[in-house]
């Protein structure tokens, strides 16, 4: 049985900064790309960063580049994001997503990822 937990969100003042895991069991982590997507009350669900089965290739959502690091530790079978200089329009919660390697897709796609988390709050406060 597949599960994939979140955590380390919470309330932060903007400015601040959050790390959030996501540690997945009952699967070959290093078999599997990873992303993290938000979603917003009222918004629809977008893709945040992305980070390939290896590790070696990353991408950003554009307004997050530069504050937002993403990692993966496949030996802890966890998944990182590093996220700085948060703003209030980082308000959201966020979710983990695992694609098996090979599935054919563009990261932010939600459709494509087959296993994700029950989400962790983010709430920026101005």
């Known amino acids: 049985q597949v599960q994939v937990v979140e955590s380390g969100g919470g309330l932060v003042q903007a400015g601040g900064s959050l790390r959030l895991s996501c540690t997945a069991s009952g699967l070959t982590f290093g078999d599997f790309k990873m992303a993290w997507f938000r979603q917003a009350p009222g918004k629809e669900r977008e893709g945040v960063s992305y980070?390939?089965?290896?590790?070696?290739?990353?991408d950003y959502k554009d307004s997050v580049k530069g504050r937002f690091t993403i990692s993966r530790d496949n030996a802890k079978k966890t998944l990182y994001l590093q996220m700085n200089s948060l703003q209030p329009g980082d308000t959201a919660m966020y979710y983990c997503a695992a694609a098996a390697r090979f599935t054919s897709m563009t990261w932010g796609d939600f459709s494509k990822y087959q296993y994700w988390g029950q989400g962790t709050q983010v709430t920026v406060s101005s």
């Open positions: 980070i390939s089965s290896s590790g070696l290739f990353t």
